[in-house]
């Protein structure tokens, strides 16, 4: 079993910051790439900020300069640091990581339950 286990959500008021964490544990053998994606109220999920194992980082434009994404290999653990955040930002926020267990030889992609960033004055 594999759990990815978010935090640090909560309400900001606009030009404000949060640091969003997620730890993966469990029965993993590798993982590849973790992410953050985002679903706004009436929209579509989409990408927010990826970085691989290496390190290479890709960014969604709209945060592009204000959000920053990094992670702890040895801690299985994801950060986005998001500054400067807008109105828009507001959404439910999900971890993912394309990992693979012990025991398999594919990878997959695993989600985080979610957790709430609301942006308000």
């Known amino acids: 079993q594999v759990q990815l286990v978010e935090s640090g959500g909560g309400l900001v008021q606009p030009g404000g910051s949060l640091r969003l964490s997620c730890a993966a544990s469990g029965s993993i053998f590798s993982i590849n790439a973790m992410g953050w994606y985002r679903r706004a109220p009436g929209k579509q999920r989409e990408l927010v900020a990826t970085v691989t194992s290496g390190g290479s980082t890709n960014y969604a434009d709209s945060v592009k300069g204000r959000f920053t994404i990094s992670r702890d290999n040895a801690k299985n653990t994801v950060y986005l640091q998001m500054n400067s955040l807008k109105f828009e930002d507001t959404a439910v926020y999900y971890c993912?990581?394309?990992?693979?267990?012990?025991?398999?030889?594919?990878?997959?992609?695993?989600w985080g339950q979610g957790t709430q960033v609301t942006v308000s004055s």
């Open positions: 993912n990581a394309f990992l693979r267990q012990y025991g398999s030889t594919s990878y997959y992609n695993y």
